[in-house]
Every structure is written in structure tokens, then in C-alpha cells.
């Protein structure tokens, strides 16, 4: 007889999924990735549309595993989130990203994600705070990104936070703008100075009226807000050809360049010519 639910699957199928399998060991194995040094963190160039400069770049962590090879970040910052490991790894992040911004990255703004799981730690931005007394960071070269999902739950904190973060002089970008289920009320309740359209409208951009439309929409909002832009995931000519029409102040995406390590975003900025070629 079928006993139905979560017992059948224990009681028939004795060896677990090949994914959970391959959760349970990135949960195990997340922990000493830390210690063995096996976190890397790359960063991908944001490119001003009006004057074709390169004036910051976006820190993304990568986890090299030793048999599984490159973990994406996709899979396994929802599973520090989970455990909590999120506060450390992040902090290594930063602590990297602060460091990156005294050597190769000098004169660049560096956008580093911070998970809603840290904002909403009431010693957060202490640390972050010493971290950049530490290292001697400008507090404008560093930029916060914060996604959507998550924040409401522990809304005092996080906002007390947030705002302790701007007092401190950092910038606050909201990040995949647009594709979470309140992005309205985000706007009203939390003091961003920036908007990050997500990939998934620039990837629709030129093929679907409805992308290019909510892209208008959410450039004239920034503007009128008073906020600065980046568009996400720009691939082709094309897409930017219509972000540079309807006012979107910078893009981030392949066609200027993949996230690199640091000492190659160097060399990029340092032979970097400021016109675009069509
Ligand atoms: P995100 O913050 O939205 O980062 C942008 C993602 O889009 C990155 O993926 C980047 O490599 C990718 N991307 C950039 N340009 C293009 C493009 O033109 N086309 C395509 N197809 N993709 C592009 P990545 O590095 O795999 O990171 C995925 C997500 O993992 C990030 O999304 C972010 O949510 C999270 N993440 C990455 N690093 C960190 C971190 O240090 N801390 C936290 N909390 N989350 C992180
Ligand atoms: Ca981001
Ligand atoms: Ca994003
Ligand atoms: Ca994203």
C-alpha cells in the first residue's frame, strides 16, 4: 500500500536524490571552504553610458570546490543563508572587497551583495565600520547591494541598518529591481540611491514590447526619484542602444566584460578607451 507523502520516498527509494545529495555535501563542505581558502572573488565592470567610462564594478563571489569545481553562487549562498555561514562569508567578501579597493581596484566604486540575512544582524555595520577604518576605505567607493526578498522580515533592523550604512557615507543600490512582489513599497520604505533593473527585462528588451515598457517605466520612476541606474545583463549593441535613449545612467553585462579577477579589471581600466566603437 502506498503510505503517500515524505514517509514513501524514506521508506522506497533508499538512497537519496543525486541533488540532495549534492546538498547535503555543499552544506557540509560550505564551512571549511572558508578555512581552506577556496572562496574567490571576481569583479565585473559598470560602464557609464554618457561618457563611456568605466566607474565601478560588482563583486561576485565564486567557490572553487576542489572536486566539484566551480560552485555558482546561485546554488550555494541560499544554503549559507540557511545555516547562518552567510555572516562570515559575506565579511570575507567585504573584507576582500575593502582590500581589492586599496590595491587593484584604487579609484573605483566597488558594489559588494549583502544578503538580507546580514542586514538584519544589529552588529553589521559596526563591523563593516572597522573593516573599512581597517583597511582605509573611502566610504563612497563602497556600495551596498540588497535584493528585494527577505528584507520585510526583519524590517526594523534591516532599515536601522541601512540607513546606519548611509550615515556612514556608503552608497545603497537595490538589486534585480523589478522582480520582486513589492518593489513599490521597497522604494518608499528603504533609502536607496540606486536601482539595478534585473537581466531578466534586458534579456526581453528588444524582443518583447511589455520588457522595453516596464524598462521605460522604471527609468522614468528612477528619475523622478532622483535615483541612479544600472541595467543588468547587457549583451548586445542593441539593448543598449535603447537604455542609452530612455536615460539609464550605466550598464553592467557581457558586452563590456564577464566578472575577472582583480588584477585584470586593472589592466582593463588602465587600457580602457572611453569611446565606443559602434
Ligand atoms: P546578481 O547580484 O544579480 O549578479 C549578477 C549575475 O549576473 C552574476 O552572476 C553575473 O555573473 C551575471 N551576469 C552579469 N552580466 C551578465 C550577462 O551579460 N549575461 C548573463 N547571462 N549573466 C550576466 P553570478 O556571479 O553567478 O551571481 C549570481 C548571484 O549570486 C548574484 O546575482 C547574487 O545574487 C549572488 N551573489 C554573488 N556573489 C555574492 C556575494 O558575495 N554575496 C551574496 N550575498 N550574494 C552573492
Ligand atoms: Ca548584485
Ligand atoms: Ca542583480
Ligand atoms: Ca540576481
Not at 560552485?71 to 541560499?78: A, K, L, T
Not at 566597488?110 to 576605505?137: D, I, K, T, W, Y
Not at 534591516?158 to 540607513?163: I, K, P, R
Request: net charge negative.
Amino acid at each position: 500500500a502506498k503510505a503517500g507523502g515524505r514517509g514513501r520516498v524514506a521508506v522506497f527509494s533508499p538512497e537519496l536524490g543525486a541533488s540532495q545529495r549534492r546538498r547535503l555535501t555543499l552544506e557540509r563542505e560550505l564551512r571549511e571552504a572558508l578555512l581552506r581558502d577556496q572562496f574567490q572573488v571576481l569583479y565585473q565592470p559598470q560602464v557609464d553610458i554618457a561618457s563611456w567610462r568605466i566607474v565601478g564594478a560588482e563583486a561576485l563571489i565564486r567557490w572553487n570546490h576542489p572536486k566539484l569545481g566551480m560552485v555558482s553562487p546561485v546554488e550555494f549562498i541560499p544554503l549559507a543563508e540557511e545555516s547562518g555561514l552567510i555572516n562570515n562569508i559575506g565579511a570575507w567578501v567585504l573584507a576582500r572587497a575593502c582590500s581589492d579597493i586599496q590595491g587593484p581596484l584604487a579609484g573605483l566604486h566597488v558594489a559588494v551583495n549583502c544578503s538580507a540575512v546580514q542586514l538584519q544582524r544589529p552588529g553589521f555595520v559596526n563591523e563593516l565600520e572597522q573593516l573599512m577604518r581597517a583597511h582605509q576605505v573611502p566610504p563612497d567607493t563602497l556600495e551596498i547591494e540588497v535584493t528585494e526578498s527577505l528584507l520585510m522580515e526583519n524590517l526594523s533592523t534591516a532599515l536601522e541598518n541601512l540607513h546606519a550604512i548611509k550615515a556612514l557615507g556608503l552608497r545603497v543600490a537595490l538589486d534585480d529591481f523589478g522582480t520582486g512582489y513589492s518593489s513599490l513599497a521597497y522604494l518608499r520604505r528603504f533609502p536607496f540611491d540606486k536601482l539595478k533593473i534585473d537581466r531578466a527585462f534586458i534579456r526581453e528588451l528588444i524582443t518583447t514590447s511589455d520588457a522595453r515598457a516596464i524598462v521605460r517605466t522604471i527609468l522614468n520612476l528612477a528619475k523622478i526619484l532622483g535615483m541612479d541606474t544600472v541595467a543588468e545583463g547587457v549583451e548586445e549593441p542593441a539593448q543598449l542602444e535603447v537604455l542609452a535613449r530612455n536615460g539609464c545612467a550605466s550598464i553592467q553585462g557581457f558586452l563590456v566584460a564577464r566578472p575577472m579577477p582583480a588584477e585584470d579589471l586593472a589592466t582593463m581600466v588602465r587600457d580602457w578607451v572611453p569611446f565606443r566603437t559602434p
